[in-house]
């Protein structure tokens, strides 16, 4: 439950940031005229990527168990890297994503008589993004965690993300987001090296990986996935009291280069370096 709530309190965010960005800069340039398009934008993105999980979630429920072992690989191995490229996008954009995006409002006000299609594009793309992550998490996470835990998580975090948004927007919380961003990440990261670890053990369930099935340790006496700690560990990074020795190496061989980029300083750009 906690991870779903945390990928969607974060992605959420991440939208409601980019719509409240949006919407205070049509209306400090005087064009609230446009808030329809925008929210326009809003609802299509939502729409089709709710229906996208949808369809994905009850096309694939009648796979046979190889077939559904496949699926959930290759849905981890998506994840993967969405939230990979999510971490270090945001780590990259963070500092200039307003200048961005009221850029991008410019261009598509711009557009004379196409400006209401334009922006209803613009920001149909910007929060599409943000919920296709989603999307793809989801579906790994549910794979992984059955029962009705991770949808009320996923729907705690998005009511809490919106709820934030709406407040940033009228001036009522003030949030560090560079320290929220930073943080969640690296929790991510793990979270993701847990879904790639799942991957490798959802194919040789699927009978396409057979190698280094040896199991690496087993913690089953000390931490026991059916304790309450186990549990959670289990549910929030994907811990396995006997892991194979695949599960374990692919485990490492993503988390150490992903936590080493991530905490290695950002490198200036020279315009920056001139000033």
């Not at 940033?168 to 990440?185: E, P």
């Not at 979270?191 to 799942?198: E, I, K, P």
Request: hydrophobic share 60%; net charge neutral.
């Amino acid at each position: 439950m906690f991870v779903p709530f945390l990928i969607m309190l974060r992605e959420g965010l991440e939208a409601a940031l980019i719509v409240s960005l949006i919407a205070s800069y049509l209306k400090r340039t005087g064009r609230e005229q446009w808030f329809m398009a925008m929210w326009a934008g809003v609802v299509i993105a939502a729409g089709l990527c709710l229906g996208l999980g949808l369809f994905i979630n009850v096309t694939t429920g009648e796979f046979p168990q190889k077939q559904q072992e496949l699926f959930e690989g290759i849905v981890a191995v998506i994840a993967v890297f969405i939230l990979t490229w999510m971490v270090f996008w945001m780590r990259k954009v963070s500092r200039n994503v307003k200048a961005q995006l009221e850029g991008a409002v410019d261009a598509a006000l711009a557009r004379g008589n196409n400006s209401g299609l334009a922006l209803v594009m613009m920001v149909f793309l910007a929060v599409a993004r943000e919920g296709l992550e989603s999307v793809f998490f989801l579906l790994a996470a549910f794979q992984q965690d059955v029962g009705m835990a991770p949808p009320i998580g996923a729907l705690l975090g998005l009511a809490t993300a919106v709820a934030l948004g709406m407040l940033i927007y009228w001036g009522g919380v003030r949030l560090n987001l560079a320290s929220f961003f930073r943080w969640t990440s690296l929790f991510i990261i793990f979270v993701a090296a847990g879904l790639a670890a799942g991957a490798i053990r959802a194919f040789h369930e699927a009978g396409l990986w057979n190698h280094l099935q040896e199991v690496a340790f087993d913690l089953s006496n000390t931490l026991s996935t059916h304790t309450l700690f186990g549990t959670l560990l289990e549910g929030i990074l994907g811990y396995q009291e006997s892991p194979s020795i695949s599960e374990v190496a692919v485990w490492l061989l993503y988390l150490i280069p992903a936590l080493l980029l991530y905490l290695m300083p950002p490198r200036s750009s020279a315009p920056a370096a001139a000033r």
